[in-house]
């Protein structure tokens, strides 16, 4: 029976280095020979140790994808999570029912000392100082959370420790594994406690493998380790994830939502930092925002960047706030309506189809709100966030359609196309919930007579220099018509919206 309480254990490159040990001991909490982090423990889910403040949130989302509509692991889902026996896949079944069941409802704990060492033997081992908590009087499911997807050819490994039921686990490590998940024992006191377990894989060269994987091996390399304990809502305990009103959760839900729905690019450039780039006067968005400015920034049609100039391992301090009026909510509402029943039919044909449709059910849960009477709150900031979302994907896809279209035109010699717009994608700094990437398009072709697409200056010049005239410039294929690019920033002291004019071409010519 699967009890209310699930330990999150995170391999992490930004966390607690990995440290090899040749002797098997104990490890003391408060040795020097482990890395420590404190945490409050009369607000345990304030903080999470990791570079991503949507950490946690994003475990979550695993588990409650892990089963589609049917509530049937998918084959992709095992694999994610390194199951290979049934009582494994009968423990992600249960976890996925308990995460849906609470909306992705957990309180957050941490572990206040790890280490991972090898023994004398060669034999890898994980230890953990556990917190003081009545929690851990519940029975625990320990899941090991990877950086990223593993590569590479498949793991047989085994976990041995007194702190788990029953006392060896076996899972299996392949290619796309993320996750892992064993069953823990609970504890028979309030008192702090320390688990200790070892992994063994099936072969000699698996093994080294393995501690190449978790210890640097012959690269060096150190890895680090972020443990968490999530607590179920089904304790009847103050959780971080409230059903529909955190605006923390819905911000971690947006950048999944944008990650997943918007077309991939990629290929690698270098980062390009926001500041660097022209921009009109920002903007605030609060309660005391003009009504003639929220109309204008929700009736545009520009694709927006959401931005953190603050992330870190925690989301901003600020929570946004509007108070629009009962016209502009009806307004609001309409283009979420509009731009929604324009996304399904865009990304109906696409992969992503059914996981968007639930992500963007979960937005619109926690941005709900009423269109007459309003209170101005968190829910309209939201709304308007998602609207904001909602017209960058219908922004981004159309685009996608009319350059497939154009590359679909009638056929030019392959040497000298027609000018016209190709796609070009830069990629935005990391400090930012999303898009990653923007396309703001470039200008290729031949501008050769007769021009289909010049002004009257590049026509005579062409017409010039086609009579015999030298050392003229040629007309070129550049953009003469752009759009623009807005970036909505969220920090400690509010939300910020900035317009960078002339960002994306939209029209080119040859000049």
């Not at 982090?37 to 345990?44: L, V």
């Not at 070892?198 to 994987?213: C, F, I, M, W, Y």
């Amino acid at each position: 029976m699967l009890g209310a309480v699930a330990l999150v254990l995170f391999w992490s490159q930004l966390g607690v280095s990995f440290q090899v040990q040749h002797a098997e001991r104990q490890i003391p909490p408060h040795s020097p020979a482990v890395s420590e982090h404190d945490f409050s423990s009369a607000n345990p889910a304030s903080t999470a140790p990791h570079s991503s403040p949507c950490f946690v949130d994003d475990v979550v989302a695993a588990l409650r994808e892990a089963a589609g509509s049917d509530n049937d692991l998918a084959n992709s889902s095992l694999t994610l999570f390194g199951v290979c026996t049934v009582s494994s896949r009968s423990l992600l079944s249960q976890l996925v029912e308990v995460t849906r069941r609470n909306k992705g409802g957990f309180e957050v704990l941490h572990p206040t000392a790890v280490l991972v060492s090898e023994d004398e033997q060669g034999t890898i081992m994980a230890t953990l100082a556990l917190p003081k908590s009545s929690l851990l009087k519940l029975n625990p499911v320990l899941l090991l959370a990877f950086e990223s997807p593993l590569s590479g050819g498949g793991l047989d490994v085994t976990f041995t420790g007194q702190c788990l039921q029953p006392h060896t686990q076996a899972v299996c490590i392949s290619e796309g594994t993320q996750f892992i998940l064993l069953t823990g024992k609970s504890s028979e006191g309030n008192v702090e406690q320390t688990w200790s377990i070892s992994v063994h894989a099936g072969t000699p060269s698996l093994e080294q493998n393995l501690k190449d994987l978790l210890i640097g091996g012959k690269s060096g390399s150190n890895i680090g380790l972020t443990p968490l304990l999530l607590f179920s809502g089904d304790t009847g305990t103050d959780t971080r994830h409230i059903k529909g009103s955190s605006q923390a959760s819905f911000l971690c839900e947006l950048r999944r939502f944008l990650n997943g729905v918007l077309p991939q690019d990629h290929t690698k450039s270098q980062l390009l930092q926001l500041d660097s780039l022209q921009s009109l006067p920002s903007l605030t968005l609060g309660l005391s925002s003009s009504e003639t400015l929220m109309a204008g920034v929700i009736n545009s049609s520009a694709p927006t960047i959401f931005s953190f100039t603050s992330w870190s391992s925690k989301l901003p301090v600020h929570q946004g706030q509007l108070g629009l009026s009962s016209d502009l909510l009806e307004v609001l509402g309409q283009r979420l309506d509009q731009s929604e029943m324009q996304i399904l039919e865009l990304i109906n044909e696409e992969e992503v189809a059914q996981r968007a449709v639930e992500r963007l059910g979960r937005l619109k849960e926690f941005s709900a709100f009423q269109r007459k009477e309003p209170a101005a709150g968190e829910r309209q900031f939201c709304a308007f966030l998602l609207l904001k979302a909602l017209q960058t994907v219908l922004h981004a896809y159309n685009m996608q359609r009319r350059l497939r279209a154009t590359r679909a035109g009638p056929a030019n010699p392959p040497r000298s196309p027609i000018c016209g717009l190709k796609a070009l994608t830069v990629s935005f700094e990391k400090l930012l919930l999303g898009p990653q990437n923007a396309n703001i398009n470039n200008c290729h072709g031949s501008c050769a007579f007769p021009l289909t697409n010049g002004n009257n200056h590049a026509v005579l010049l062409n017409y010039h220099i086609e009579s015999g005239a030298a050392g003229e410039r040629a007309p070129c294929c550049v953009p003469v018509a752009y759009e623009p690019l807005e970036v909505l920033d969220l920090n400690e002291q509010g939300a910020f919206l900035s317009i960078k004019p002339d960002m994306i071409a939209r029209e080119c010519g040859c000049r």
